[in-house]
């Protein structure tokens, strides 16, 4: 709890800095893959706690991150709809790791939530930036193409 509170914390200055994509695309997974391997490699419980710390960091930083990527990148008819998918897919992997903790031992676990960076990691590889970062850096070329790309060939931005 405490990595997730400094973890929202941190993610402000971060995206505002970086973008939104490269917060969740570089921070998040390197906070996420050290806490995991942190928690695989264990030998005492100050590696577990350290990395629960690190997991804590990463999950502040999605939480924070994604919210402001789906207000900025979505539309407003679908902006309720995707955000409220911030919450459910978090209580739905909640629900995932719990059943595959009745299987699993912890350190198999640990395993598992660090090989789930992967996907993250090529999901957001194919996201571009938001367009209003872009713009707000004064990359406008780049944002109008964001904006083609998340709106469609047929979209033209003024």
Do not use: H
């Amino acid at each position: 709890s405490i990595g997730c509170l400094v973890g929202c914390i941190l993610a402000g200055p971060v995206m505002e800095k970086f973008g939104r994509r490269i917060a969740l695309l570089v921070f998040t997974s390197s906070l996420y893959t050290i806490g995991f391997l942190l928690i695989l490699m264990a030998f005492n419980g100050a590696m577990v706690q350290a990395g629960r710390f690190f997991n804590g960091l990463g999950l502040g930083f999605v939480l924070a991150v994604t919210s402001v990527y789906i207000v900025e990148i979505a539309t407003t008819d679908m902006r309720g709809f995707l955000g409220c998918f911030v919450q459910f897919l978090g209580s739905f992997g909640v629900l995932m790791i719990f059943t595959a903790g009745c299987f699993l031992n912890w350190f198999q676990l640990s395993g598992l939530m660090m090989a789930m960076v992967i996907p993250f990691l090529v999901g957001m590889y194919s996201c571009p930036e938001s367009p209003r970062w872009l713009f707000s850096k004064g990359r406008e070329e780049e944002a109008k193409a964001s904006l083609e790309w998340l709106r469609g060939q047929d979209f033209k931005p003024d």
